[in-house]
């Protein structure tokens, strides 16, 4: 079935199946971590500050990582990070079982946990090629692991917010720290061809000045990147506001925010699920356009409403936008760059991700506190709209810098010049 031909490598059978339980741990903390700041300080610049926290390392550090990602041992990297991570979510665990209501510990955490993350993407990213028996079965791959990602973030919420409403917050953070067990055990019981670590007499600060001329000499590279960038910092952190949302004006919980938090995961899921079952890349650009807008389009009107259940239909239009625009940019880079270069292109990946998120979180936190929550929301659905509108004035031009390198992958026939304009 070629939804799943991936799973055909057992490596990635492996990784799929560890990460599918570990996912849901991970998610979980994410909504304690949310609600535990919020009760406790009832305030729209903590949720942003925490958001900023937890992603600032991001912005400073992802370049490095590329090229860190480039020199290590990618396997043995990504058995670090989980560890790290599972011991960082029992260090959680002991600051909310305590009953500390001091705020600077959960900020220390989640800036640790934040750094963790930073190495393990551009890693974990780079690895999934190993992980596949063959480079066709790597946009599937990208696309299934997305799908168990947000099978975490459709599951994790709606339990942490079981559990929190019935035993609090710490007990979610010690089941994410049990959960890290699986995809642990999963990496270690792999078996992996010898790869030879890549030496460079180069200076580190050389390499990563080589991987930002690549970039910028791809149309296609650049322009991704910095769409997705834009989004992540005007649309994507409006999951910081959620708390705020749930309670102020949809009059619930954390079980409310837990179902908002669920939609978004649904229709997250389904997109990862729709692009698995892609048999090729051909096309995938002009969805990046379309997903901005998506994204947008959603949370102008969630900022309007204040209906749970149009509520939800909303968080999943924003959950599906927000992961097209993820998970077609990572395919399509993850496809066209080279393989020597690939863990510094993915740092940058990642800092578009993840490097804007906080500076977007600060800034969503400090408006919301000023203008409102939902004013706040639909500023940045607006700036969505406006974002696929500046992108696809570039879209010719990403078309034509991309449709070579799938000529040259087998993945498009070669043509004369007068078919240029095939869809990319």
Known sequence: MTTFRALRSRNFRLFFTGQSISLIGTWMTRLATSWLVYRLTDS?????????????????LSPLAGVWVDRWNKHHTMVATQIAAMLQSLALAVVAFSGSKNIAWILLLTFLQGVINTIETPARQSFVIQMVEGREDLSNAIALNSSVVNAGRLVGPAIAGVVIAWVGEGYCFLIDA???IAVIYSLLAMTLK?????????????????GWRYILASPAIRWILLMLG?????????????????????????????????????G???????????????????WLGIASAMLGGSL????????????MVLMFGAGFGMMQQIVTSNTILQTIV??????????????????????????????????????TLMLGGALC????????????????????????????????????????
């Open 44 to 60: 729209a610049f903590m949720l942003g500050l925490v958001g900023f926290t937890g992603q600032i390392s991001a912005l400073v």
């Open 178 to 180: 049990v959960s890290y």
């Open 194 to 210: 010898p790869v030879e670590t890549r030496r460079s007499d180069k200076h580190i600060w050389e390499e990563l000045t080589e």
């Open 230 to 266: 834009l989004v992540s910092m005007i649309g994507m952190p409006f999951s910081t506001l959620l708390p705020i949302m749930a309670d102020k004006y949809l009059g619930g919980g954390a079980h409310t925010l837990g179902f908002l938090s669920a939609g978004v995961g649904m």
């Open 268 to 286: 997250a899921l389904t997109c990862a699920v729709t692009l698995a079952m892609r048999k090729s890349v051909v096309g995938l650009g002009k």
């Open 300 to 311: 102008v009107l969630f900022g309007l409403s204040r209906n749970f259940w149009l509520s």
């Open 338 to 375: 080279a393989d020597d270069k690939r863990g510094r292109v993915m740092s940058f990946y990642s800092l578009s991700v993840f490097g804007f998120l906080p500076i977007g979180s600060l800034i969503g936190g400090s408006l919301a506190a000023r203008v409102g929550a939902p004013e």
């Open 385 to 424: 709209i406006l974002a696929a509108l500046w992108y696809w004035g570039r879209l010719g031009e990403v078309r034509n810098a991309i449709r070579p390198v799938y000529v040259e992958l087998g993945i498009l026939p070669e043509r004369s010049a007068s078919a240029e304009s095939a869809p990319q």
